[in-house]
């Protein structure tokens, strides 16, 4: 692959990362846990700043996460597989679409089975980045690390061609 070609990819996941973050932050909190409106809503009256709630039903992930640090993996997880949120998550029923048009997500429903095969595969890259280590007898900080993008390359279904 070409320097030039590397930077168009650099340039296009950046994009793709930085349309993720406003969608996040303009969708608006989706009850159960939802992945919209991690950045906290403007409440009424004060104009200050609501506490977003800690993330529900997270199972690979350490469920000490912060909002913020989930929806920045996910962020990850979109810029690595070329995919919007709604990839993995069910959009909420019966929910109106929001002031951007997007109906809210149910980030916490298990419907999907994308998000089943999702954390199978984070389990998957946890292991091979674990056992990669160890069988080099290495750091982990010193060994490259697999991640999404490393077989998908922005796309949903990995090219093994």
């Known amino acids: 692959m070409t320097k030039r070609r590397i930077v ?15 969608l996040a932050g303009q969708a608006g909190q989706a009850p159960g846990g939802g992945a ?21 039903n997270l199972q690979v992930l350490p469920k000490d996460m912060t909002r913020q640090q ?7 997880f979109t810029m690595g597989l070329g995919v919007m949120c709604n ?7 019966g ?16 419907d ?3 998000k089943k095969t999702a954390r199978v595969m984070m389990k998957m ?9 160890s069988q080099l007898g290495k750091p982990a900080a010193d060994v490259v690390k697999v ?10 279904i990995p090219k093994t061609q």
């Open 95 to 110: 929910a109106q679409p929001g002031p951007n048009g997007q109906i809210p997500l149910d980030a916490a429903s298990d």
């Open 125 to 133: 890259v946890n292991d091979v980045n674990n056992t990669f280590s």
């Open 36 to 56: 919209q409106g991690q950045r906290g809503e403007r409440g009424g009256g004060g104009g200050g700043q609501r506490a977003a709630p800690p993330p529900t």
């Open 87 to 93: 990839y993995c998550h069910v959009e909420m029923a």
């Open 112 to 114: 999907k089975q994308t």
């Open 147 to 156: 991640q999404c993008v490393t077989c998908h390359r922005g796309s949903a």
């Open 70 to 76: 989930v929806v920045q993996i996910m962020q990850q």
């Open 8 to 22: 168009s990819c650099g340039i296009l996941l950046l994009g793709v990362f930085m349309a993720c973050s406003l």
